[in-house]
């Protein structure tokens, strides 16, 4: 049965999200202030003793800290809108392709509408991301609903397991 048959609407819950990020050992939440999930996300992340959250300026500032973290061995996820992936392009390329490493990257799909799929939004910015991921490489998943997030653990856990960057599209907006 479909949702609007039932009338059921299924949610994301940023709690939901949160439990799958920590279950895949992420600690260092970088993060450009998102108003796609900061309701949800980033405000419950920033309060959580468990998470170390990086505030940066700019998108491309946070590649440095996520690259300079996995030398350390500790797991970072990068939380943006995704004008701030496409903004930077240039230094995920540069640091997370290049080099090889296990950037995992969150991306609020700021608008996209529920249940149409990014590459068939109304929108632009957001058809392109995927194709973009495509080319760059970049494995990605999109995540609406609570059923969907199991894939954020996966996703992160090969990234750190073939030393690549991943990327999670956040299509559904987190509830508190």
């Known amino acids: 049965m ?3 048959a039932s009338g059921a609407v299924e949610k994301l819950r940023g709690s939901t999200v949160i ?7 992420v600690r260092h939440i970088l993060s450009v ?3 796609h ?3 949800g996300l980033l405000h419950p992340i920033a309060v959580d003793p468990e998470f170390k959250l990086i505030r940066v300026c700019k998108e491309d500032e946070i590649l440095g800290i996520a690259a300079g973290l996995t030398y350390g061995n ?3 996820l990068m939380l943006v809108q995704y004008t701030g992936f496409l903004y930077a392009m240039n230094a995920i390329r540069g640091v997370a392709i290049e ?3 296990p950037v995992c990257m969150m991306i609020g799909l700021l608008g996209k509408e529920p249940g149409v799929l ?5 929108r632009f910015g957001l058809r392109i991301i995927e194709p973009i991921l495509d080319v760059l490489g970049i494995p990605h998943t999109c995540i609406e609903t609570d059923a969907d997030t199991p894939r954020i653990s996966a996703a992160i856990e090969e990234a750190w397991r073939t030393s690549r960057p991943t990327a999670i599209l956040i299509g559904g907006r987190p509830e508190a």
Not at 19 to 25: H, L, S, V, Y
């Open 74 to 76: 500790l797991r970072s």
């Open 19 to 25: 439990n799958e990020i920590k279950k895949a050992g």
């Open 99 to 101: 080099q090889k490493l």
């Open 118 to 122: 990014p590459t068939e939004s109304r």
């Open 2 to 4: 479909s949702e609007a």
């Open 37 to 39: 999930t900061s309701k």
């Open 33 to 35: 202030p998102d108003l």
